[in-house]
């Protein structure tokens, strides 16, 4: 079964086919880029005319409400939504770095961790008072 994504302010789904859509500020302008829903796949889709330097933070935001999805966990996450196995949601944390590849999902058994620069990640509490999705 596929995941579904969402963002945490709008509540609206993210990856209606197979890859999961953001907007991402590019400092000029705004850019669409698609990325796989699947995790631990770093793959991505982007217009190329789009440069991207490596190291470079980028701002993720939602395509539909245009929300910022930085995470308030880490200056250097996005945060989303996806569905747990209970029904409810759990944040899905992955790293808004270019070239950096660390992706976590958050849920109350524990943190699921992904890709080679995760543990750069490893002084983050998932489980802390800082998040809380909206409408919860």
Known sequence: MARSYFCPHCRKLLNPGTKVIFLVDTGQDYELMLLSAKLGDYSAVFARSMVFEE???YTFRCPLCRADLTSSLDEKLVDILTDADNGGMVRVSF?????E??????????VARFGSDADQYEGINFFG???EPEGE
Request: aromatic content about 14%; cysteine-free.
């Open 95 to 99: 790293s808004r770095v270019f070239g």
């Open 129 to 131: 008072e800082a998040w």
């Open 101 to 110: 590849k660390a992706t976590f999902v958050t849920a109350p058994d524990g």
């Open 55 to 57: 190291g470079r933070i």
